[in-house]
């Protein structure tokens, strides 16, 4: 492969708008493979139904600007000679660096030292954000610019990207958790009762998983009977409506 067919989706058209479109669904993928995954054990018996629900969340797509801005500007790097490979990069950043002022590379490598154990001891997620941005926008440029390997790679960092932005949104999330009283039952709008020893709600599918001592059932939260939830967990079920 010659290198103006590696470079084809840094020139625009249809090549340009799958790549990105492709890249974004695997993000959203990974974002629910992250958010599956990190449910506890029994997954629920009508899996089925989660995962019908799950294309259709809204709160998946709160950052899809973001995410199409990192996009465009992958291929737009990728598209500069700079980041034709890692050898252009390299010599690119070198003679920009030498034609900095010292004092002012020297200002940015202090505050680097001194704020990066900041940031960290504040909260781990905002390095790893940038880091994960950096890789993905710079690294990207040059994955594109590799050919068939290249793309392999990216689509696998979109996933690994959207399932470890879930994982973090599922440990910051104040989904409701609780236990239900002795021989609970909660009761669906079709009248069907269910078992219920715990309930844990799941915010990105506008649903609960209700647990009993042998399975758990996913049911949206549209089809849940309010005051059998309250019944069931005391007050705090109010929160899920």
């Known amino acids: 492969m010659n290198r103006a067919e590696k470079t084809k989706i840094a020139q625009g058209g ?8 492709g890249c974004f669904l695997l993000y959203i993928c990974g974002i629910h493979i992250g958010q599956i995954a990190a449910i506890a054990r029994p997954w629920p018996e009508n899996m089925d139904a989660l ?6 969340s809204g709160r998946v797509f709160r950052g899809a600007g973001t995410v199409i801005f990192l996009l465009f500007a992958t291929v737009t790097l990728a598209g500069l000679q700079a980041f034709r490979s890692l050898t252009d990069l390299m010599d690119a950043a070198r003679d920009r660096l ?12 202090g505050i680097s030292i001194f704020g990066l ?6 909260s781990m997620f905002l390095p790893k954000l940038l880091i994960g941005i950096g890789f993905l926008v710079l690294g990207g440029a040059l994955l ?3 050919g068939v390997a290249g793309y392999a790679v ?15 949104m599922m440990r910051r999330s104040y989904d409701l958790h ?3 009283r002795p021989g609970a039952q909660i009761m669906l709008r079709s009248s069907e009762p269910l078992a219920c020893s715990s309930i844990q709600e799941l915010g990105l599918y506008h649903g609960v998983l209700i647990r009993s001592e042998t399975k758990s059932t996913f049911v949206p939260i549209d089809e849940l009977d309010q005051q059998s939830v309250i019944e069931a967990v005391g007050r705090m079920g109010n929160l899920l409506f």
């Open 14 to 21: 249809w090549p340009y708008l799958l790549f990105i479109v």
């Open 51 to 56: 995962l019908w629900n799950a294309p259709f």
């Open 98 to 109: 030498q034609g900095l002022d010292r004092r002012h590379v020297a200002a940015v490598i």
């Open 117 to 122: 154990p900041l940031l960290i001891g504040a």
């Open 144 to 146: 594109i610019n590799m």
């Open 154 to 168: 990216l689509a696998v960092a979109w996933v690994t990207a959207g399932s470890m932005l879930s994982e973090d």
């Open 178 to 180: 609780e236990d239900c």
